[in-house]
């Protein structure tokens, strides 16, 4: 009875942790963007700066970390320590989750600066995937949300 409290506490404490964990994606499409019409505008590249896009933090890292973090916990002890043990388990193994999958999911990017044609400089900050060099002659396509720069 004692360790099927324990698990359960270790799960909602690694539940709880997921609910604090947003997520970001990089530049691959989402399926609403796809067959939808997107505005097309030309320019030239100013600059480009290499940069860091943050890892996704989607929650699978805290939940899985926490759940193996409190059964690796509920081992310690008996009674109110195996409680104690699973529950701090789970809070630590969920931490140690969440950091491992920001981790792990963290790319490349640049921040491609744009003179349009119509005059307006614009910044797009995407997935490093392909070659930009000032004074190339870019598209910028924006819909759906997002914004990208291609050849």
Same mark, same amino acid.
């Given at each position: @009875?004692?360790?099927?409290?324990?698990?359960?506490?270790?799960?909602?404490?690694?539940?709880?942790?997921?609910?604090?964990?947003?997520?970001?994606?990089?530049?691959?499409?989402? $399926?609403?963007?796809?067959? !939808?019409? @997107?505005?097309?505008? @030309?320019?030239?590249?100013?600059? /480009? $700066?290499? +940069?860091?896009?943050?890892?996704?933090?989607?929650? /699978?890292?805290? /939940?899985? !970390?926490?759940?193996?973090?409190?059964?690796?916990?509920?081992?310690?002890?008996?009674? &109110?320590?195996?409680?104690?043990?699973? +529950?701090?388990?789970?809070?630590?193994?969920? +931490?140690?989750?969440?950091?491992?999958?920001?981790?792990?999911?963290? &790319?490349?990017?640049?921040?491609?600066?744009?003179?349009?044609?119509? !005059?307006?400089?614009?910044? =797009?900050?995407?997935?490093?995937?392909?070659?930009?060099?000032?004074?190339? $002659? /870019?598209? =910028?396509?924006?819909?759906?949300?997002?914004?990208? =720069?291609?050849?």
């Amino acid at each position: @009875m004692n360790r099927t409290i324990s698990i359960c506490a270790a799960a909602l404490a690694a539940l709880l942790l997921a609910a604090c964990a947003g997520s970001q994606s990089g530049s691959a499409y989402s $399926r609403s963007q796809t067959r !939808g019409e @997107m505005n097309v505008r @030309m320019g030239v590249v100013e600059s /480009v $700066r290499t +940069v860091t896009i943050e890892g996704t933090q989607s929650g /699978v890292g805290t /939940v899985a !970390g926490g759940v193996i973090g409190g059964v690796a916990g509920s081992n310690l002890g008996q009674g &109110k320590g195996q409680t104690v043990g699973s +529950v701090l388990g789970a809070v630590l193994g969920g +931490v140690a989750g969440q950091a491992i999958e920001e981790r792990a999911s963290k &790319k490349d990017g640049l921040e491609i600066t744009i003179k349009l044609d119509s !005059g307006q400089i614009i910044a =797009v900050t995407q997935e490093a995937d392909e070659s930009f060099r000032p004074g190339e $002659r /870019v598209r =910028v396509l924006s819909g759906g949300g997002a914004t990208r =720069v291609s050849h």
